[in-house]
């Protein structure tokens, strides 16, 4: 069963926004920590930003002040506002949630203790 669905990338210019939408199933007394992570070609999967229970946020250095992660649990949504976008953040973008409470809520997910999404493709063209 699909616990996390992605929606929302897709091709943007420099400098324009996208919200990137996560659909979850994941019960929510699972839910820990949830995320957005991102992988770009050739490179190493990434923390964007993280936020918990009480709607504590993490955020990368390279996104602060451009990206906002919200969560509506009444919805069962993830979101990611991301603002002022540029070239360098092209990548597919991954939900995740953290499913144990023992683990603090950062930016590295351990995969056996998280759920992850399929991915969603931005493209950022200068």
């Known amino acids: 069963q699909v616990q996390l669905v992605e929606s929302g990338g897709g091709p943007v210019q420099a400098g324009g926004s996208l919200r990137l939408t996560c659909e979850v199933r994941?019960?929510?007394?699972?839910?820990?920590?949830m995320g957005w992570f991102r992988q770009a070609p050739g490179k190493e999967r990434e923390g964007v930003a993280t936020?918990?229970?009480?709607?504590?946020?993490t955020y990368a250095d390279s996104v602060k002040g451009r990206f906002t992660i919200s969560q509506d649990n009444g919805e069962n949504k993830l979101y990611l506002q991301m603002n002022n976008l540029r070239p360098e953040d092209t990548a597919m973008y991954y939900c995740a949630v953290q499913t144990v409470g023992w683990t603090p809520c950062t930016l590295r997910f351990q995969v056996e203790d998280s759920t992850w999404g399929q991915g969603t493709q931005v493209t950022v063209s200068s």
């Open positions: 936020i918990n229970s009480v709607d504590a946020t």
């Open positions: 994941v019960s929510i007394f699972r839910r820990f920590c």
